[in-house]
T-cell receptor
Framework: QKEVEQNSGPLSVPEGAIASLNCTYS??????FFWYRQYSGKSPELIMF????GDKEDGRFTAQLNKASQYVSLLIRDSQPSDSATYLC??????????FGDGTTLTVKP | DAGVTQSPTHLIKTRGQQVTLRCSPK?????VSWYQQALGQGPQFIFQ???????QRGNFPDRFSGHQFPNYSSELNVNALLLGDSALYLC????????????FGSGTRLTVV
């Protein structure tokens, strides 16, 4: 079992819809969680981080964390074609190591 | 404010050769982590450097080694290259243990032939 698992995708949504990306993790030592966006041929870019149970909102993005269920999600509201990318979920232990999932590729169709 | 700088951007090497990749962290960051990303996969952790020492290491053979300099810049060395070492090598910098996430460089695309 991988330490960080993401729904395999690919995920396709129409423009303006809500995109929902999910991630589970196995290491209960993970304290903080991150969502990175990676455009094709580019490096990952941090878009959200969360370390408390509950929701965290930043513009059109909402990250959700449930430590009891070892579950992290990212909601993208009013999806735009420019949101089309691979989204990587990562968990960080207190030691500072980030473990990444394999990503979910999102396509937003105009 | 300069971000993370990696060099070179692309590299082609022959099996058995050695390679050195370089990284300058974002201003204000003191920790450098190296990742290997194969096509279609997430970044795999190689190792992390802090205060010029290897703080953590992933499941990579000893052929992979690194160094951090007093100015926080870092090098990744790979000896005895294998075809399977072909990948995108990403450097990520952070402050301390990266509680607020990493900043990635644009990567070095290594091709081993």
């Amino acid at each position: 079992q991988k330490e960080v698992e993401q729904n395999s995708g690919p995920l396709s949504v129409p423009e303006g819809a809500i995109a929902s990306l999910n991630c589970t993790y196995s290491d209960r030592g993970s304290q903080s969680f991150f969502w990175y966006r990676q455009y094709s041929g580019k490096s990952p870019e941090l878009i959200m981080f969360i370390y408390s149970n509950g929701d965290k909102e930043d513009g059109r993005f909402t990250a959700q964390l449930n430590k009891a269920s070892q579950y992290v999600s990212l909601l993208i509201r009013d999806s735009q074609p420019s949101d089309s990318a691979t989204y990587l979920c990562a968990g960080n232990t207190n030691a500072g190591k980030s473990t990444f999932g394999d990503g979910t590729t999102l396509t937003v169709k105009p | 404010d300069a971000g993370v700088t990696q060099s070179p951007t692309h590299l082609i090497k022959t099996r058995g050769q050695q390679v050195t990749l370089r990284c300058s962290p974002k201003s204000g960051h003191d920790t450098v982590s190296w990742y290997q990303q194969a096509l279609g996969q997430g970044p795999q952790f190689i190792f992390q450097y802090y205060e010029e020492e290897e703080r953590q290491r992933g499941n990579f053979p000893d052929r992979f080694s690194g160094h951090q300099f007093p100015n926080y810049s870092s090098e990744l060395n790979v000896n005895a290259l294998l075809l399977g070492d072909s990948a995108l090598y990403l450097c990520a910098s952070s402050y301390g243990r990266g509680k607020d996430g990493y900043t990635f460089g644009s990567g070095t695309r290594l091709t081993v032939v």
